[in-house]
């Protein structure tokens, strides 16, 4: 609720500093007074949680943050579902990882619900990209 209020008038890059720090600040309090924070504070681990904490989610979440404004919140949250299928799939492909049937199946699904769902969106999608680049 508090962010529907805050982030709507921050620069993207603004709302997700915003995120980032409500979201470290509130799990590393849980994570310390349930005795959870262990972290060798080494410099080699201290690079680790920085390059994990950016890649892997200050950067998913200003992409989304910016696709958001792009295509508008059903649109983004419609294609955000194809997010755990992708995820998979790059796994097979660059981590060499074997997907079983059931993640096949899964991904299925979920491509096919995206397709349902915004299927008959692209087309009106192209002409609206192609008036705003005219």
Do not use: C, H, K
Not at 32 to 41: F, I, P, R, T
Not at 50 to 56: D, L, P, Q, S, Y
Not at 93 to 109: H, T, W
Not at 110 to 121: F, H, M, T, W
């Amino acid at each position: 609720l508090y962010g529907s209020r805050l982030l709507p008038g921050l620069p993207p890059v603004s709302a997700t500093a915003v995120i980032m720090t409500s979201a470290a600040v509130v799990w590393t309090a849980y994570a310390s007074l349930n005795g959870q924070l262990a972290v060798d504070w080494t410099v080699p681990q201290l690079a680790l949680i920085i390059g994990f904490a950016v890649v892997g989610t200050t950067i998913p979440v200003l992409t989304f943050i910016l696709g958001l404004r792009l295509v508008g919140p059903s649109r983004a949250a419609i294609l955000s579902t194809f997010e755990p299928a992708s995820t998979v799939l790059l796994a097979v492909i660059i981590l060499g990882e074997i997907a079983n049937p059931i993640q096949y199946v899964g991904g299925a699904l979920i491509l096919a619900s995206v397709v349902l769902l915004e299927g008959p969106g692209w087309r009106a999608s192209r002409v609206l990209a192609q008036a705003a680049r005219e």
